[in-house]
C-alpha cells in the first residue's frame, strides 16, 4: 500500500536541477515513480563516483566505446527479436545518455573513432543482419517470429563506398 508522504531529490542535468519524486512503501525503501527519462535512478546502487580516483584518456575511450556498444547492442536485439522491454529501454537511455557525456570530454574525432571501432565489430559478427539493422530493412520471419535465414531475407542496398567505385 502507497503512502501520499513523498521525498523529492533535486539532480542536475544539462545544468539544470531536476526534481525526482520518490514515493514510500510501508516498511519499505522509497521506490521510484516510473519514468524512462530520469537517468539518475536507473544507475542503481555501486555507480556514484568515486573520490580520489583519476580515469586517464584512454580508460575513457574504452567506456566510450562500451557505453556505445550497449545502447547499440539493445537495438540490434530489439531489431533481430521484435521485442522491447523496459529495463532494456532504460539500460539503452542511460548508455546513450553516458556515451553523449563522454563524447563531449573526448570531442568529435576521438568519438568518431570508437563509433567506427564499434560499428565494425558488429559487422564482423553479424554482417548481413547488421546491415539490414543500419539500413532500416524490415526482415521476413517465420510462423514464430524468428528471422528468416539470410538467403531468404531481401538482399540489401550497395554500401555507399561499393556505389562510387567504378570498375576499371
Given at each position: 500500500m502507497q503512502n501520499t508522504n513523498t521525498n523529492?531529490?533535486?539532480?542536475?542535468?544539462n545544468g539544470k536541477p531536476r526534481k525526482l519524486v520518490m514515493l514510500k512503501r510501508q516498511n519499505?525503501?522509497?521506490?521510484?515513480?516510473?519514468?524512462?527519462?530520469?537517468?539518475?535512478?536507473?544507475w542503481?546502487?555501486?555507480?556514484?563516483?568515486?573520490?580520489?580516483?583519476?580515469?586517464?584518456?584512454?580508460?575513457?575511450y574504452q567506456l566510450a566505446k562500451h557505453?556505445?556498444?550497449?545502447?547499440?547492442?539493445?537495438?540490434?536485439?530489439?531489431?533481430?527479436?521484435?521485442?522491447?522491454?523496459?529495463?532494456?529501454?532504460r539500460e539503452r537511455?542511460?548508455?546513450?545518455?553516458r556515451f553523449n557525456q563522454i563524447a563531449e570530454i573526448l570531442g568529435t574525432n576521438v568519438t568518431d573513432r570508437a563509433i567506427a571501432e564499434v560499428e565494425r565489430e558488429f559487422l564482423e559478427k553479424e554482417p548481413y543482419y547488421w546491415r539490414a539493422f543500419r539500413s532500416g530493412i524490415r526482415l521476413r520471419?517465420?510462423?514464430?517470429?524468428?528471422?528468416?535465414?539470410?538467403e531468404l531475407q531481401p538482399a540489401l542496398p550497395k554500401s555507399k563506398a561499393s556505389a562510387k567505385r567504378k570498375p576499371a
Open positions: 523529492t531529490v533535486k539532480r542536475r542535468t519499505q525503501k522509497p521506490v521510484r515513480e516510473s519514468s524512462v527519462d530520469q537517468i539518475a535512478t536507473s542503481g546502487e555501486g555507480r556514484e563516483e568515486v573520490a580520489g580516483f583519476v580515469v586517464s584518456k584512454c580508460e575513457i557505453w556505445y556498444r550497449t545502447a547499440r547492442d539493445i537495438e540490434f536485439f530489439w531489431f533481430m527479436a521484435e521485442c522491447i522491454g523496459s529495463s532494456e529501454r537511455y542511460c548508455a546513450d545518455a520471419r517465420d510462423g514464430r517470429g524468428s528471422p528468416l535465414p539470410k
